[in-house]
């Protein structure tokens, strides 16, 4: 269905966080004093005989300028709120030197049939995890997808 509610969530989350743990003054010269609100739309579907709203469904064509002005006016928000946090450039420093000084993480690993086992490997010194299998303790590893 709709795809980037959760990213609408997660902006709004964002600036509620931030405004709950305090900000510095040190703001940029453009910074926005507001997200920018999302384009809507009054489009109606009708599911099973029933009428259903979907204001934000045209929020899913990735090529409509207005669209993507939200997105580039969201990032551009975002971006002024954490960049006023005070510390916020020795506490990223100090979480990647926490993080680096380990090895490889891995999480969520599943036995399946045939002793197949399939978890979520974050080489050491990058961001993203890559889900991968093996074929038993012993077996080659694989990644099966990676995402960047």
């Known amino acids: 269905m709709f795809r980037f509610y959760p990213t609408v969530r997660m902006a709004t989350l964002a600036t509620a966080l931030l405004s709950a ?9 453009v910074t926005p004093s507001a997200p920018p609100v999302a384009p809507v739309q009054a489009l109606t579907d009708t599911l099973h005989g029933v009428r259903v709203p979907d204001p934000y469904r045209a929020m899913e064509n ?22 006023r946090i005070a510390g916020r450039d020795a506490l990223e420093q100090r979480i990647t030197e926490l993080t680096s000084a380990s090895g490889d993480a891995i999480t969520g ?17 990058e961001r993203q995890f890559r889900l991968v299998m093996r074929d038993g303790l012993r077996g080659a590893e694989r990644v099966l997808m990676r995402t960047w």
Do not use: C, H, N
């Not at 743990?21 to 010269?29: I, R, Y």
């Not at 990735?62 to 960049?83: C, H, I, M, S, T």
């Not at 399946?112 to 978890?119: E, I, P, S, T, V």
């Open 21 to 29: 743990v305090g900000l510095s003054q040190g703001a940029t010269a």
């Open 62 to 83: 990735l090529k409509d300028p207005a669209v993507q002005a939200w997105f580039k006016g969201q990032g551009e928000y975002a971006r002024a709120q954490l960049d």
């Open 109 to 125: 690993i599943r036995r399946m049939a045939g002793d197949r086992l399939f978890y979520l490997k974050r080489p050491k010194g």
